[in-house]
């Protein structure tokens, strides 16, 4: 399986974001900047022993399994 090479994280911004409620010094009105989409939140995953069915097939420690 190929290994994928993980995106370098942008630096972060520099300057300060102008108020919106004032004009910035070259008299141009700032443009808001799109939302991003929120990240979703990850569910969370169900444990592998609330998965495994009761009987044969459950998993059961080797001292417990065996007299």
Do not use: D, I
Request: hydrophobic fraction near 20%.
């Amino acid at each position: 399986m190929a290994v994928r090479k993980r995106k370098p994280k942008p630096p972060p911004k520099a300057k300060a974001e102008p108020e919106y409620g004032s004009e910035s010094e070259s008299g141009e009105e700032p443009e808001p900047e799109p939302e991003k989409n929120p990240k979703p939140k990850p569910k969370p995953r169900a444990s592998p022993q609330a998965t495994l069915p009761e009987g044969r097939n459950k998993r059961v420690h080797l001292k417990q399994a065996l007299p």
